[in-house]
């Protein structure tokens, strides 16, 4: 499974820096495939391992800030593995091939 989150302090004004790189590190500590964004932070692996990631990224915000949103956005795929890069490279490879729907024309 991938999750696709968004941990957000509330209560600490506007720059939200710091408190969202305690969040990171913990994914990233972790050992799961993972990668970050502007938006979202990406986790993958099964059911219980990322779950369990993302509340203690959770808890890592919480311990410096009171409040915190989250925004969780999951894709459930049994027997998939690399998704998180997979998904994104036959995307490319659509946009690269000129024959394929979606495909760039050359010219």
């Known amino acids: 499974m ?4 968004s941990v957000t302090p509330i ?4 720059n939200v820096g710091a408190e ?7 994914v990233r ?6 990668r970050t964004d502007a938006m ?3 986790v993958e692996g099964e ?10 990224a959770v808890e890592a915000v919480t311990a410096r800030a009171g409040r ?15 998704g998180l890069t997979g998904k994104v490279e036959r ?8 024959d394929q729907p979606g495909g760039r024309e050359e010219g």
């Open 11 to 14: 209560g600490t004004g506007e």
């Open 40 to 42: 979202f932070t990406s």
């Open 47 to 56: 059911w219980d391992e990322v779950m369990a990631v993302v509340k203690q």
């Open 68 to 82: 915190v949103s989250l925004v969780l956005k999951a894709d459930l795929r049994s027997g998939v593995t690399d």
């Open 29 to 34: 500590e972790s050992g799961l495939p993972n």
């Open 20 to 26: 969202v790189a305690e969040a990171v590190r913990v």
């Open 2 to 5: 991938i999750v696709a989150f």
């Open 91 to 98: 995307v490319e490879q659509l946009l690269a091939a000129p």
